[in-house]
Each structure stands twice: as C-alpha cells, then as structure tokens.
C-alpha cells in the first residue's frame, strides 16, 4: 500500500505531503482547493498523461513521488529490481516530474513512464471521472477471478495447452512448407553419398598412394642409387668397395693388437666392429630394395588412376581424405534426419489433433463457468447498485464465443475463435437503464458512474482480486442522503481488504473514513496555494460541518457530523463482528 504522497507545484498545491494508513482515507476540501491534484498525482504515478499545463504557474516543473511499503519478497519488488531500481527495508519509492522533458523515477533509478506505470498499476489502482484504468482489457481476468479457483485453473490450463498448439502448428507449418526444399536436399545428399561409397576412400590413403606413385615414377633411378651404395660398402664386392671393408678390417685389427696396453684403443676399435656390423647390416637391406624396386608401369597407372578419384572428392567434399569421410558421416547423418521429416509431420499432426481436443474439452467446461459466474455476478452487482443510487442500472459480463471456420471444435458450442484466454470473448457491460442496450462499460457509464460501479464491482469481487491500493475520485457524484451513507458504508467495507482513498465532497462517505485529509486553500493576496493536512476530532467534526451545511462552526452541524461520526464507528463495529453488509 501506500505511506505517503509528496507533491511539488503540481496545480494549486505548492508543496504537500499526504499521508495514508491502512484502512479508509478520506480526502476532502473546498471545491477548487486542489482535491483533483491529489488523484492526479497519484495518477501520474500509475502512468497518466504529465500534462505540463498542470506546473504551477512560475514554476519549472512539477513532481510528485510516492513511498510504498513493499517487501523484499514480493513479485513486484522483482520487478523493480530487474528495471535497475533497489526495495530498500523502507520499501520503494517512486516519482514522476513533469516538465519540458519529463522524467520517471522507481527505486531511485531512471526508468520509462511504461515501466513505472507498470510497475505502479500493480500496487495502486484508480477508478474515477478520469480513471486511466482500462477495466474492459481486464474483463475476462475480472470474471475468472470471481468464479474462483476451479476458472483460474481452467484458464491457465487453456493457455498452457493454447501455447502448446501454437507450437505443433509453427513447426508443422515449417515442415510442410519445406517439403521441395526437403527433397532436392535428399536428392543432393543421396548422389554425393553415392559418389563418396563408389570410390570408397580409406583413412591415410591420399598419403600413402601419393608416396608410392612418386617411387614407382622413380623406380630406375632408385635401383641404381640402391645397388651402387650396396656395391660400395659390401665386403663381398670387388674394387672400390672391398678397400674400404678391407681398411676398416686393418684398422680394427691395429688397435686390437695393442688394446691391452691402453684400454683407449680397445674402444676404437670396439666402434671401428660396429660400423662394419652396421655397414653389412645397410648393404644387407639394400640388397633387398633392389629386388623390390623395380618398373612397374601398370601399378603406377593403377596408382595414378587412385589419386586422381581421391582427388575428384576432395575437390568436392575436403581437402583430405579425412576431411571426406567426416563431411560423409555428417551428411548421413543430416540425410537421415530429412527421411525422418514425414514421420515427424505424421507425428506432430496426431500430437496436434490430441491437443486440439483436450483444448476443446477445457474450453468447454470454462466458458460454462464463466456463463454461471456472470449470472451470479450481474445479480450481486445489480444489488450492490441499488444501493448506490443506480437501482435500475444493470452491470454484466457478456460472454460470446464467436464462430470461426478454422477455429476449434468446442462441445456445444461448434467450431469457434479462440485466444491464449479461452474461446470467449468477456465484456463488462452496463445497461444504464432499463430497454437500454447494454454497452461496454467505459462507454456506457458516466465518470461518477464509472465509479460507483467499479465501488459494487470491487466490493462483489472483495478478496477474489485484489489490489493493494484503489483510489476512488468523486465516487459519490450525483448521490446524497440515504445513498451516500450507503457508498461510505461499502467503502468502508472494501477498506477490510485494501487500501481505500477517497476524494469526496460527501460527509455521509467523508465520516465512514478512517483517517480524513483536508486540502485547504490559502492566499497571501497574490498567489493563491494549497496544503494537504490530517484532520482529527474536533478538527474533523469542523469540517464535516463546512461539508454539511458551509459552516464549520455551525452547532446543529456539529451534532449532525457526530451522529454521522457515530453511526459509521458503529458500522464499523457490526462489521468487525462479521455481520454481513447487506443485512446492515
């Protein structure tokens, strides 16, 4: 709820600090002393329009800054937080300046009037000759609020399945439109696949062929170079060759025969054996690279003829072999996935036709629910007006499921429209008068009608929908006497569950308040302001007696404002003791 209203050159009102408490809060004053300021800034609050006409004159701008007790825990103060703003233990502030370029505030960060209003329209709520409160877009919610939980779970139940269908039916959409698109994918990928198995290319096999192709185009001349190293370092050769195995013998020999005098030479020579055992060993192997080295141009055509297929795929598919394999694999893979698209659209179309019945099915049960609380809720409403003044005015929700050849099959009600909402579309409707048409009730109602109405609909409602704070601006517009004790009486029943304000110019509804604040209006002859202050016992009965009779310190309106002051304690008591507010 709210704690507190700040205002700054806002109209007549050069500064004022509104307090509010729990309960009912009555707001009265002179007509002109700047009452309507209070609404508006607290309107402005809840996102409307910062009119910079409404700046007092000489000033440059205009603020208003609301102090709401808001918990840590609750939803809205996520809300705050995800917008930048911080819910300290005092609770959130929020404020709005209206000038050249005018600025919203929440939490004590910048944000856009949407986030604020936003934000503000979930804790405060105002109904009134300029209520900026669409309650037609709220209808539907309004009614399921009131036929209670089993619609509520109806309702969610229906938008759930509701965003489900709209699911199946984007991703069947997709596949059927891609069906050309589909095939000439799986034609692509078929051939390709086909090309890649008819080569049938194995890891390495670019490498290892191309090795091979550049030793049989050199075959001759590797044989040669084989067999001449062989023939050099081969002790069984003749000519060069044998000298040098001879040598290499005389030299181990040497060093052997005097090893025994210096172990140095044991080891040369040790090394001088090992080479002759490697040298042998080398001519050995050369020995058989000569006998497998040989021309062999049908091998290397045939060698040839393999690298060139690799090198058409890679040409196509990788710059490897391996590269090959791995867009072959992902390519089956992507082909198995599109073969499998018509099962799917077979699937996705039995899945939707399940949906869509379920949907039918709920859709159903809820618009029967909505049809049985609307009736109660015209009834208890039509009551609640009678005794507000409007005994002939016919307040309703009208609920119409309208055909819709490709909408959905709803028992009992054909193939229809349908929304996140349901299949029906829910109005609040007022039939001012009998034989009048009943119109939506932001065209049908006047402002104080508007309302009164809204003061029996939240009282019908009580608890089912409830808003922290609602304020009423002349609720009492066009009433007096008898009607007006019972619009003070309702008020006060309402303030059981939320936060009341009132701007009334009624001390029959003035009295029901818990706490009442006076804007008064002062002059210094020059420039004329208002101020905003609590008023209490005597100061109180002073100003339900300018109320009642224009005179503050008229006696018998005196008496009169506390027989008024009386009955509404009195009223007060009944209630708390659980009498209900219709047998009062």
């Given amino acids: 709820m709210i704690q507190e209203l700040r205002i700054e ?34 309107g402005m609050l809840t996102g409307g329009r910062a009119d910079p006409g409404l700046i007092r004159s000489g000033r440059p701008q205009a603020s208003v ?61 105002i109904h009134g000759q300029h209520d900026q409160v669409h309650v037609g877009a709220r209808a539907g919610a309004l009614l399921d609020s009131f036929a209670g939980p089993h619609a509520l779970h109806l309702a969610a139940a229906f938008a759930d399945g509701h965003a489900t269908l709209r699911a199946l039916e ?23 696949l086909e090309q890649i198995s008819a080569v049938d290319p194995q890891p390495g096999e670019d490498a290892a062929l191309a090795a091979e192709a550049e030793r049989l185009a050199h075959a001759e001349a590797l044989s040669w170079a084989a067999r001449t190293a062989r023939d050099a370092i081969s002790a069984e050769a003749e000519g060069e060759g044998a000298d040098v195995i001879a040598a290499l013998a005389a030299a181990r020999r040497a060093l052997e025969g005097e090893s025994g005098h210096d172990p140095v030479l044991a080891e040369h020579a040790a090394a001088i054996r090992s080479a002759m055992i490697q040298l042998a060993e080398v001519a050995a192997d050369l ?7 040989e021309a062999d141009p049908r091998r290397l055509a045939a060698v040839q003829d393999r690298i060139a297929d690799l090198a058409r795929l890679t040409r196509m598919y990788g710059e490897d072999v391996e590269a090959v394999l791995a867009w072959a694999a992902a390519a089956a893979s992507r082909l198995a996935q599109l073969a499998g698209a018509d099962d799917r659209i077979e699937g996705l179309a039995e899945q939707r036709a399940t949906v869509r019945a379920q949907l039918g099915a709920v859709a159903g049960e809820l618009h029967d629910v909505r ?34 050849a490709d909408g959905l099959e709803v028992p009992g009600l054909g193939v229809v429209a349908h929304r996140p909402g349901g299949v029906d579309e829910v109005t609040l409707v007022l039939a001012a008068n009998p034989g009048a048409p009943a119109r939506p009730i932001s065209h049908a109602a006047s402002g104080g009608e508007l309302s009164r109405v809204m003061l029996a609909i939240q009282v019908v409602l009580a608890g089912a929908d409830p808003v922290p704070t609602m304020v009423f601006d002349e609720v009492d517009a066009g009433v007096g006497g008898a009607a007006a004790i019972e619009v ?14 009132v701007v009334t110019h009624l001390p029959q509804v003035a009295a029901f308040a818990d706490r009442q604040l006076v804007v008064t ?31 503050a310190e008229s006696a018998a309106a005196g008496e009169h404002a506390r027989e008024l002051l009386d009955m509404a304690r009195r009223d007060a008591g009944a209630a708390s003791s659980g009498v209900p507010l219709r047998a009062r």
């Fill in 9 to 42: 050159d806002l109209g007549v009102i050069s500064a004022a600090v509104c307090p509010f408490h729990p309960g009912f809060t009555a707001v009265t004053g002179e007509t002109g002393a700047g009452k309507t300021m209070v609404v508006s800034g607290l």
């Fill in 65 to 125: 800054e609301g102090w709401f007790d808001l918990g840590a825990d609750d939803p809205v103060a996520a809300e705050v937080r995800a917008a930048g703003g911080t819910v300290d233990e005092d609770g959130l502030t929020a404020a709005r300046i209206v000038a050249a370029r005018g600025r919203s505030f929440l939490g004590g960060r910048g944000v856009p009037s949407s986030v604020l209003s936003g934000v503000v329209g979930r804790l405060l709520v």
């Fill in 170 to 192: 984007a991703e069947l959409a997709q596949l059927r439109e891609g069906v050309r698109a589909r095939a000439r994918e799986i034609d692509t990928l078929t051939h390709a």
């Fill in 287 to 293: 020995s058989a690279y000569v006998e497998d080295v």
């Fill in 371 to 404: 049809v049985e609380a609307a009736q109660r809720f015209a009834a208890e409403v039509s009551e609640e007006l009678a005794a507000l003044a409007m005994p002939r005015a016919r307040v309703g929700f009208e609920v119409i499921a309208r055909p819709d």
């Fill in 488 to 501: 003070g009486r309702r008020l006060q029943r309402l303030s059981e569950r939320t936060q009341v304000i």
């Fill in 521 to 551: 209006k002062d002059s210094d002859g020059s420039v004329t302001a208002s101020s905003v202050r609590e008023v209490s016992g005597d100061e109180r009965v002073r100003e339900l007696s300018r109320m009642l009779a224009g005179l």
